[in-house]
């Protein structure tokens, strides 16, 4: 495999202010590469440097080896951007915004005729072709936005955050949209905030926050950076520093966010076990009012990563 | 660019609404004004004024006089005088005409003795310039009775003695007075009839010179509220740029191998399409309504709707670059073609203007637009005659356009 996008030590300054503070990576044909972080993190402004909107304050970006920077007309050719907001003119009908799409693109005649024809079945509006895309639902309106940004058949396809404020059955239809891209051999960069999506789709995933890709790798290796065991999410009446200085004495147990009254630990696999865990602190006088186990998640990663929720 | 210009025109076609407004207007306006101003007598220079006259001093010499001499001439041309009785009021009321001209009881007598006397003009409320005419005229006829009274009051006391006198005046006691009144005219001619009014006709001069004549008020306003439409239609589309910056559909645009020089030069483009289809529709009904009864040089007239279009895309282009936001874009945009149509003929006549607004509206590009099809229209200039008003408006556009597609580009070229 090849890579198709290279970002190398990527950065983007607003006056004062740090949107994207130096990431790195690639991606590879046919891959799925996600990008996960809250909103603000920093993975719109991201892709506008990545598909030629914005002009990076420092570093490179590379589609197929083409510089964005040097060579932005052949970049642009070869992406396909799916944007957070649905832009599409809601007076004309899918197959007017689509044969729009595709002649900004050049292309034209049968050629086109048959590629719109091909979209509205894969985004399922062939029976709402001719409709003016006002009457559409807004689930409808999404599927629409990610055909826009297929037409041309690109190679890499740029989505940012496509299942924003839809129902789960227009979602569940938008993720199937996507393997398909990607089983049809073309590469995807997708941005989300939702973590059940990026388990599910990406085949390798960066976090980011603050504009800085905090991990990258598979889901699988993101999750052993936490440790391998379980989860114990303790609730109750107590101090962060004791609960922090209980941890301490308990074998196989490891802090991973300690707050007054709420405290999350890790239960190591090769340690005594939760029940020994659990009696070692209440041995040095915890009470607890509500106790949780559980496998961690990337979410649980991303609290360790970040200190926060990924949806807060 | 075709594919930039055809969208947008699809989408014009699709949500009609606006278009159907910007069409609407001028003809509500030209209908509107039209028909206050007295509209058209399909071919005389100005429209006849009913007026309705009441004469309430039946025996009165002077009134009379006025009764048989007001219509007579060149009066006749111009205004339609019918004698009523008490029922004028009740005509007024109806809006038969455009005024009523009421000549009180011993109207003479308190001439001829110098007495305050009052002639009363009802107008009707539902016009606006005919009845002030007729206000006008009517009091030029009350200085001349003041003035008259005041310089031949003893002259005008014998005559009443004579008309009065059953017995026919001795020839020379005639003669006497007029020569008498004839020697105090000649004293004060030139004070007392300057000319206070001239009413030029050139009518007969250019239909010698080939004059498509057929004047219409309607049409006349309606090339100008036209004029005025079609810097909106300019408006409308490069304002155009903004609504896609905010819907997301412009950075989707700069998504593509597109320049922001190309989705600034498809919408200027649209504009002047647009513009002159516009500028079309309106004149084809303004001919099947009958508001424009003449031969036009057509080739003449697109070109000039081309240029206008494109100095109004340039114009509005060049604002919209200077601003931020799409609301100070429209409070501009609006303020300017409101401004410029006041000044450049799209509101009122030029000619009906002061003198330095008259000046002021030669720097507006409505004046070289309403300008050249007026003499299109009503003078039956041709292409050649009014060229210097395209060249005009094509550099305006030219200048206006480049400045403004400099600075939409320096703006958008980061548009997240």
């Known amino acids: 495999m090849s890579a198709v996008l290279e970002v190398k030590s990527l950065r983007k300054e607003f006056g004062d202010l740090t949107a994207v503070d130096g990431i790195s990576f690639d991606i590879q044909e046919g891959e799925i590469f996600g990008f996960l972080g809250p909103n603000g993190a920093g993975k719109t402004t991201s892709i506008s440097m990545i598909c030629g909107l914005l002009k990076p304050t420092a570093g490179e970006v590379f589609v197929e080896g083409v510089s964005i920077l040097k060579n932005p007309r052949e970049v642009k050719k070869r992406l396909g951007v799916v944007p957070q907001e649905v832009a599409i003119y809601e007076e004309l009908s899918a197959r007017e915004n689509l044969s729009f799409w595709g002649g900004i693109f050049g292309m034209g005649g049968s050629k086109l005729r048959s590629r719109v024809d091909e979209l509205l079945e894969q985004v399922g509006l062939e029976d709402r072709a001719k409709e003016p895309t006002k009457n559409f639902s807004g689930g409808m309106k999404r599927r629409l936005n990610l055909a826009l940004g297929l037409v041309h058949d690109p190679k890499l396809i740029l989505l940012d955050e496509p299942t924003v404020g839809i129902d789960p059955q227009a979602r569940h239809n938008i993720l199937d949209v996507v393997k398909a891209i990607v089983a049809g051999g073309r590469t995807v960069l997708y941005t989300t905030h939702y973590l059940e999506e990026a388990e599910d789709l990406c085949d390798r995933l960066a976090i980011i926050d603050h504009g800085k890709i905090l991990s990258q790798g598979t889901v699988g290796e993101l999750k052993t950076q936490l440790g391998e065991g379980s989860l114990l999410t303790v609730q109750g009446d107590f101090q962060a520093a004791t609960l922090s200085k209980a941890v301490t004495g308990v074998d196989g147990l490891m802090p991973i966010e300690i707050d007054d009254k709420r405290a999350m630990l890790l239960v190591s696999r090769d340690g005594p076990g939760v029940s020994h865990s659990l009696e070692g602190l209440f041995s040095q006088g915890l009470t607890f009012d509500d106790i949780t186990i559980k496998e961690p998640n990337l979410e649980d990663l991303f609290l360790k990563l970040t200190g926060r929720e990924l949806r807060n | ?416």
């Open chain 2, 1 to 416: 660019m075709w594919v930039l210009i055809r969208k947008d025109l699809l989408r014009r076609w699709r949500s009609p609404l606006s278009t159907i407004v910007m069409i609407i207007f001028p003809l509500f306006m030209s209908l509107a004004i039209g028909s206050i101003s007295g509209g058209s007598d399909g071919g005389s220079e100005f429209p006849r004024i009913k007026v309705l006259l009441q004469n309430n001093d039946k025996d009165g010499f002077l009134s009379n006089a006025i009764m048989g001499s007001a219509g007579q001439g060149e009066g006749q041309e111009y205004l339609e005088l019918v004698e009523v009785g008490d029922e004028g009021t009740e005509l007024m009321n109806e809006g038969k005409a455009s005024a009523m001209i009421v000549l009180p009881e011993n109207f003479t007598t308190k001439v001829f003795n110098r007495e305050p006397v009052e002639i009363l003009v009802v107008r009707n409320p539902a016009e606006g310039i005919k009845p002030e005419i007729v206000v006008q005229g009517a009091d030029v006829v009350a200085t001349y009775l003041d003035q008259g009274a005041r310089l031949l009051g003893e002259e005008l006391g014998i005559i009443q003695v004579m008309m009065e006198s059953e017995s026919i005046p001795a020839s020379a006691k005639v003669g006497a007075v007029a020569a008498g009144i004839t020697t105090k005219i000649n004293g004060v001619e030139k004070y007392l009839f300057p000319p206070l009014v001239e009413i030029g006709s050139v009518k007969e001069d250019d239909e010698e010179e080939g004059s498509s004549g057929g004047f219409s008020v309607f049409g006349y306003i309606l090339i100008m509220t036209t004029v005025m439409a079609m810097m909106f239609v300019a408006t409308r589309s490069m304002g155009d740029i903004f609504e896609e910056q905010n819907n997301g559909m412009l950075k989707r645009q700069l998504s593509t191998p597109m320049g922001i020089g190309m989705i600034v030069g498809a919408k200027t483009v649209f504009g002047v399409v647009f513009g002159v289809i516009v500028l079309m529709i309106l004149g084809i009904i303004g001919f099947v309504l009958g508001w424009i009864s003449q031969p036009v040089d057509l080739l003449a007239a697109v070109l000039l709707g081309i240029s206008f279009s494109l100095a109004a895309c340039g114009f509005l282009a060049l604002i919209l670059s200077l601003v931020k936001t799409e609301k100070q874009a429209g409070i501009m945009g609006w303020l300017v073609i409101m401004g410029m149509s006041a000044i450049g003929g799209s509101m009122m006549p030029i000619h009906n203007m002061p003198a330095p607004l008259q000046a002021a509206a030669r720097y507006t590009i409505n004046f070289w637009a309403v300008d050249g099809y007026t003499r299109l229209v009503y003078s039956g200039e041709g292409l050649s005659d009014i060229m210097g008003n395209i060249v005009r408006l094509l550099i305006i556009g030219a200048v206006t356009i480049t400045v403004a597609q400099a600075l939409l580009v320096r703006r958008f070229r980061e548009v997240s």
